[in-house]
Each structure stands twice: as C-alpha cells, then as structure tokens.
C-alpha cells in the first residue's frame, strides 16, 4: 500500500476485538478491518486540548500526531510498520498498523529462565534491532525510545519496532549501505514447522504487556528544524536516556545507540544497567557510573561496553558495531531472510478474534483519558492490560 493508498478508516465499519495496552498519549485496540487485524492506536482529542498550557498551542500536539503519521508513511523495510489508515472523527484521532502477535520483547524475556536470553537469541535480536535503526537514521529519523516494550514481535518471528512518537528528524545519517532498493519483505512462518520455538500460554491477545509511566514526552520534542544535525529536546524513558540527553548539551543518532546497549545489557541481565530508587539517582548512574557487566570477558560484554560509553563522539557507530565480534558470521545482508527465527508466536487466540466485542472506541478512549486515575487504575485491573 503506498502513500497514495492510505486510507481514511471508518469507524462504524471497525470491528473492535480488544483493548492491547494504554500510553501516555492513546489507547491500542485489537481492530478487523477487511478481515485483517490491525493494531489501532487512539488518541482523545478532548484530553490533548486539556492538557494544552495557557502559553502552548493545541496545534502543537496535533502536530506530534501527525508527525508520527507522516513518519510511518515513509516507511519501507520488513522490520517497521506500515500506515494502514487513518482515524478521524469529532472525539479521536489515530491510526492503524500491522498487528503483532508476538507481543513485545520485555514479555518474551520474562518467559525465559531467569528472565534473560541466551546468547543467541540476543545476537538474532540485536541484529536486527542495528538494521532497524540504521534504516531509521538513513532516513533522517532519531528513534529516542527504543526499550523492549517497543520492540514487537511479527507473526513470522521477526521484530518491529512501534510508537515513534517521542522520535525526531535530522539530517540523514550517511551509510555504506543505500535505502535502496528496500529489503526484501520478510518470509511469512509456517507455525506448523516451528513448534519446538513455541511457550505455551505466551500469546492472549488481551494481555499486552508494556511500561512507562517514567517516560518523559513533551509535545514540542517535535523537530522544527528538520535539516539540523542535532536536537536539544529532553525525551525518553528515563533509564533509557543517553548521557547527552540529561546534560542538555544537544543529542543525534548516537542516543539510539546508547539505547541499543541498555537493551542489550536488560536481554544479558535481566535489568538494566543504571536503574536508581528514584529518577535523580537514575540519572546521577546514567551519568557517573560504569555499567557493571558481570561476568567473564566476552564479545557481548564488550559491545554493550562500546554502545554504553558516556561521550557520544566515542560510542561506536553502525559500521563499528557490524564489526564487532560478537556479530562474526552475521550475513548482514541475509538476516532478515531467516526463516526460522528463535521465537515464533503461536496462532492468533480464537477467542479474541471471534466476533465484536461491541467495544465503542470513543467512549472507551474518553474514559481513559477524562477520568480520574483511580477509575483508570480500576480499568486496567478489570480488563487486564497493562500500561505502556
């Protein structure tokens, strides 16, 4: 589907399945549309405008909205999603993508012993995740936020990342490798060939795990200077954040790197590296501490190591990174036409895409976002789906 092809959803013809998850900013629900599921991020438009300060502009924050629209319409590359429609009406604004029934990489994790990965899981995901952001960059775009409960999992195995809100445009980062042509789309699985890589149990459609109630997103992180080479908007999840983004002294793509090795170290140890009782102490670590990497010497340790150095002018760069060590035998060129990823998620829970649930989404998304946080605390319990 191109640009030209996008299409402007209808509501009333939306069969609503479930609610997935809740953010900051909207609501996802599980939604057919022409008998395809998609994931439908929703957005109050009453609780935008009541959250505008006397000095800000409601256009403001429609335009973070639309922003992350126009950035997935650019989108051309197996492990990003495609803009499938678009939502519009008097209450909501939103957009719809390919659905991912592999929930999120921060649940995989937790179904594995000791909440950690092995090796080679890690070094299936990392590589794919180094694809994902080099794409990214080459097209201009700084991510900011990657963190497992971003990184999906498709129905053949492969990763996608999702939410490009608290991302940004600057100049395009010069690669070795051309945007074009694009990459091949990913081979579709055959679950009945991948049953020894399923858990039982990992897939309900209504349980969609994801956190961050310690993200920081201001609405004006939008860039309004597209052809600069840095940004000095303070965005992310906070044990997440680069050095360079606490500091204020202006970030560029080097942060998603710096993010690449938090999420390495979380899939190695099962936390992250610089996590404090509270934000200041979190920062304080992001900032003077050396990550502990337990453990005896090895190819992964020193990665993480290289993707966590604090100045942003010696973290290693994408063409470094592919050199690396822990990488050696990687075909870069053929990753993403691995048939048989370490995971594949199980078919789609019958139960939750059995017919309409009679879910309103405009109800629903005013009265998560025009209520009282004890309501919405008593929503999430009823309902079971977890904030992200």
Request: proline letters at 6%.
């Amino acid at each position: 589907m191109n640009n030209d092809q996008i299409s402007l959803l209808d509501i009333d013809k939306l069969n609503v399945l479930s609610p997935l998850g809740r953010g900051a900013k909207g609501v996802v629900f599980l939604v057919q549309h022409n008998g395809e599921l998609l994931a439908l991020k929703a957005i109050s438009r009453a609780s935008i405008n009541s959250k505008v300060k006397k000095t800000d502009s409601n256009d403001k924050h429609y335009k973070r909205i639309f922003f992350e629209q126009d950035v997935l319409r650019r989108f051309q590359h197996p492990l990003l999603p495609k803009l499938r429609g678009i939502l519009s009406t008097e209450h909501i604004v939103g957009y719809a993508i390919d659905y991912c029934p592999g929930r999120n990489l921060n649940y995989l994790r937790k179904k594995q012993t000791d909440n950690m990965f092995s090796n080679d899981f890690i070094r299936f995901y990392a590589a794919e995740l180094v694809l994902a952001l080099e794409y990214l960059h080459q097209l201009g775009i700084v991510y900011r936020d990657l963190k497992p409960d971003n990184i999906m999992i498709q129905d053949n195995g492969h990763l996608m990342l999702v939410d490009f809100d608290l991302s940004t445009e600057l100049s395009p980062k010069a690669s070795s490798s051309s945007l074009s042509p694009s990459p091949s789309p990913l081979p579709k699985s055959d679950p009945s060939k991948n049953r020894k890589y399923k858990f039982s149990n990992l897939y309900t459609c209504c349980n969609l795990a994801n956190s961050a109630k310690d993200s920081v997103h201001p609405a004006e992180s939008v860039n309004s200077e597209p052809s600069s080479d840095r940004s000095n908007s303070f965005v992310g999840t906070e044990e997440y954040v680069a050095p360079e983004m606490i500091q204020g002294t202006g970030h560029d793509f080097a942060v998603d790197w710096w993010c690449l090795g938090v999420v390495l170290h979380e899939m190695l140890y099962g936390t992250t590296p610089f996590r404090g009782i509270n934000r200041k102490e979190t920062f304080y670590r992001i900032l003077s501490k050396t990550p502990e990497l337990v453990g005896e010497p090895s190819p992964l340790r020193d990665l993480i190591r290289k993707l966590l150095e604090k100045d942003p002018k010696e973290r290693i760069t994408v063409a470094e990174i592919k050199g690396q060590d822990f990488f050696k035998g990687v075909d870069w060129e053929k990753v993403m036409d691995i048939s048989r990823p370490p995971f594949i998620p199980g078919r789609f829970d019958e139960e939750c895409t059995g017919g309409n649930k009679n879910i309103d989404v405009e109800d629903y998304v005013r009265e998560v976002f025009e209520v009282g946080d004890d309501v919405m605390e008593k929503k999430v319990n009823e309902e079971n789906f977890l904030v992200f």
